[in-house]
């Protein structure tokens, strides 16, 4: 999670994300090693989704786009945050509450 990303719209609050997975991932029939993501979130009513994601044959975003797709705000699939869980840390204390850290935040499977 790259905080240095983080913007407010329209109530909504946005910021991209990183994935880099250790083996290559499949889907739909294709293959790729890392994903980046606008992910959206609605703190207030404890919801997130996501907003854009693209798909990359490299680690941390590079490399080949192997699909992209974006969405308008009213198309997001919304998923509710688990209390107690790492979506609620990362939808509320890292996006919600604090301030931009210098590096990013990555996560790695």
Same mark, same amino acid.
């Given at each position: ?5 983080? @913007? %407010?719209?329209? =109530? ?13 991932? %499949?889907?739909? =029939?294709? $293959? &790729?090693?890392? /994903?980046?993501? /606008? $992910?959206? !979130?609605?703190?207030?009513?404890? *919801?997130? #989704?996501?907003?854009?994601? +693209? /798909?990359?044959? #490299?680690?941390? #975003?590079? =490399?080949?786009? +192997? ?6 705000? !009213? ?11 790492? =979506? ?5 204390? &890292? +996006?919600? @509450? @604090?301030? *931009?850290?210098?590096?990013? &935040?990555?996560?790695? &499977?």
């Amino acid at each position: 999670m790259d905080l240095s990303t983080k @913007r %407010q719209q329209s =109530g909504y609050t946005l910021v991209w994300t990183i994935v880099d997975y250790s083996k290559e991932q %499949q889907w739909n =029939g294709l $293959s &790729f090693n890392s /994903l980046k993501e /606008l $992910s959206v !979130y609605q703190c207030s009513e404890f *919801r997130q #989704g996501a907003k854009s994601q +693209v /798909l990359y044959t #490299g680690e941390l #975003g590079t =490399g080949n786009v +192997v699909y992209s797709k974006s969405l308008e705000m !009213y198309e997001v699939k919304w998923k509710d945050v688990v209390p107690e869980t790492v =979506g609620e840390i990362n939808s509320i204390e &890292f +996006v919600a @509450r @604090r301030n *931009r850290p210098n590096k990013p &935040f990555i996560i790695r &499977f």
